[in-house]
């Protein structure tokens, strides 16, 4: 039975899709069966960053409604066998998703890969408590500044009471994501420290993803990151932190642009 990982955050803009293309990539580089779920409805970014917008021709409310089944909506990345997207629509609203329909998708999904990973929309809304209403792992992408942390503290209460494990007495595992992270402007004080972070959050950290212009350039190319350049230090930091997902034990550093250079070790235990 697969993993169902709910990749969400407070605040939009912060580097969330991005982050589930990557790490969805990632984990399929190292042999899993994985499968990207937008439930972004409405906006639908996720086949833009996934370079699959012109393959969509049924989508999550299709599947939700019974107007497509699975199999149809379902679309297999070009570049890595097994990995998957199922697409948001850009024509319904929020409204047409229904807690039995996704219940169905979701069972579905589960059986067929090894990991199923949900693209929350930013926010607190319908779409939002029903992507991560199946998790059972939870990655809360926050950029290193005020709000964006203090919106990811919503999230995290509403991880702790809005899921079905929460709703049988049990928690999923959290872990944070800090993107966007400048290890010379957080020492300036000009944004929170990783540790600043780790303080107000008490989450496990599982990444850092360093401020880097290949992130921007990788979506411009409708490719994951980790495929685009795999020797770039976002894709070393979202192949990093996908191992971590996997249980492996990897030292947590923040990557710089210069090959085989790294930023400044923390000494703290990886999610």
């Given amino acids: 039975m697969a993993e169902v990982m709910v990749v969400t955050s407070g605040k939009g ?14 984990l399929a580089q190292n042999g899993q069966k994985v499968v990207v779920v ?4 409405g906006l639908r970014n996720l086949d833009l960053v996934m370079g699959a ?35 948001a629509s850009q024509t319904r609203d929020k409204d047409n998703l229904t807690q039995d329909g996704v219940d169905r998708v979701m069972d579905q999904l589960r059986s067929m890969f090894d990991w199923v990973i949900c693209d929350s929309p930013a926010g607190i ?6 992507a991560m209403r199946h998790a059972n ?18 999230i995290i209460g509403l991880l702790d009471s809005k899921t079905l494990r ?16 400048d290890t010379a402007r957080a020492e300036r004080g000009d944004m929170l420290k990783v540790d600043d972070v780790l303080e107000i959050l008490s989450i496990p950290l599982l990444g850092i993803v360093p401020e880097s212009a290949e992130v921007l350039r990788a979506s411009n190319l409708g490719t994951p990151v980790t495929l685009s350049d795999a020797g770039s230090a976002p894709a070393r930091a979202y192949m990093d932190a996908a191992k971590r997902l996997m249980g492996q034990t990897i030292p947590m550093n923040v990557p710089t642009d210069k090959k085989g250079l790294f930023g400044k070790f923390f000494n703290r235990r990886a999610a």
Avoid: M
């Avoid at 937008?38 to 409805?41: A, E």
């Avoid at 809304?125 to 029903?130: H, M, S």
């Fill in 166 to 181: 929460a709703e049988s007495g049990g928690r999923i595992d959290k872990h944070l994501l800090l993107t966007r992270y």
């Fill in 137 to 154: 792992v939870a990655v809360v992408v926050t950029n290193p500044e005020v709000s964006s942390v203090r919106d990811s503290d919503r």
């Fill in 53 to 87: 917008e012109r393959r969509v021709v049924y989508d999550l409310i299709n599947v939700v409604q019974g107007d497509a089944n699975l199999n149809q909506a379902l679309i297999r990345d070009k570049r890595v066998d097994t990995l998957c997207l199922l697409p």
């Fill in 13 to 26: 803009g912060v580097g969330k899709t991005t982050s589930t293309a990557a790490l969805g990539a990632a």
């Fill in 38 to 41: 937008d439930f972004d409805v």
């Fill in 125 to 130: 809304e319908r779409g939002a408590t029903l």
